[in-house]
């Protein structure tokens, strides 16, 4: 365990180095991220009027949706843009000659900007908090437990997901068309375009037998405390079990994938 921890050290100094070398591009990309949410506030601000809809007058839309900026932020995935041509044009041969497993670089890239983009969303929090009681969230201990394991347990669902998804490219070469479409029914399904409570049964009955909720509305609901007592540790019981979907189709995955590649040079 720390040699692992050795490992990802260097990688993710590596991987650091990178992201101070695109800097600009880097903010950017966080400034744009900024911009959905803010726009689908703006959208039930207008629609509510003043008025409470479901449950969420103005400031609880403002909570729910600043959640879903933070929550949707540090569960970002990119890596099956990354590996898709890393697949098709056979540059992923030489990760698999490293000592190290594949999964190890590629996780340490996203941990980097994770940890790059939580500092910076905290720190505006930290700013934000005493000039309006709009982001005073709860700070007593078992609030603050039962939120933190519901949104790890989210970062994992929601990365291990989309690795599963790269990992299609070793079968097809449309996993992109596969992986856009995920990205289409998880902007519905999981909340991000409205507080889960106000859309319609069937999307949240989805909960059930699909992932998208436990990745995003499920920890922002934790957050602005709309789910609270035992249905809280349901929750966290079902986050732990798609955890271990996706773990263990990584590993399957992987290990098929692998017997399919083929490449020369790279």
């Known amino acids: 365990m720390s040699k692992l921890f050795r490992v990802y050290g260097q990688m993710m100094k590596v991987h650091w180095a990178i992201l101070l070398e695109y800097r600009g591009d880097t903010f950017f990309?966080?400034?744009?991220s900024f911009v959905y949410p803010l726009v689908l506030l703006a959208v039930w601000l207008a629609v509510s009027a003043g008025e409470s809809i479901g449950g969420y007058d103005q400031q609880d839309f403002i909570l729910y949706f600043l959640m879903v900026m933070f929550v949707t932020r540090l569960t970002a995935?990119?890596?099956?843009?990354?590996?898709?041509?890393?697949?098709?044009?056979?540059t992923l041969s030489s990760f698999?000659?490293?000592p190290s497993a594949f999964f190890h670089w590629q996780f340490a890239e996203n941990l980097v900007y994770k940890l790059f983009y939580g500092v910076i969303m905290l720190v505006a929090w930290a700013i934000a908090w005493p000039?309006?009681?709009?982001?005073?969230?709860?700070?007593?201990?078992?609030?603050?437990?039962?939120?933190?394991?519901?949104?790890l347990m989210a970062i994992v669902i929601r990365y291990m997901f989309g690795f599963c998804l790269s990992l299609l490219g070793f079968w097809t070469t449309r996993m992109l068309a596969i992986v856009n479409l995920a990205e289409l029914m998880g902007q519905f399904l999981s909340g991000r375009i409205?507080?889960?409570?106000?859309?319609p049964d069937w999307v949240q009955a989805s909960q059930n037998y699909?992932?998208?909720?436990?990745?995003?509305?499920?920890?922002?609901?934790?957050?602005t405390e709309k789910v609270t007592g035992a249905a809280i540790w349901d929750g966290l019981l079902v986050q732990g079990v798609w955890t271990?979907?996706?773990?263990?189709?990584y590993f399957v995955m992987w290990k098929q994938g692998l017997k399919k590649y083929?490449?020369?040079g790279g």
């Open 29 to 32: 990309y966080m400034i744009s």
């Open 77 to 90: 995935y990119w890596d099956p843009w990354a590996i898709e041509p890393m697949i098709r044009e056979g």
């Open 96 to 98: 698999l000659l490293r």
């Open 131 to 151: 000039l309006t009681e709009v982001v005073r969230i709860p700070l007593h201990p078992s609030f603050m437990i039962v939120g933190l394991m519901a949104l």
């Open 194 to 199: 409205a507080p889960f409570s106000l859309l």
């Open 210 to 223: 699909m992932p998208f909720y436990w990745m995003l509305g499920f920890p922002v609901d934790v957050l």
């Open 244 to 249: 271990a979907v996706f773990v263990g189709l």
């Open 262 to 264: 083929s490449a020369v």
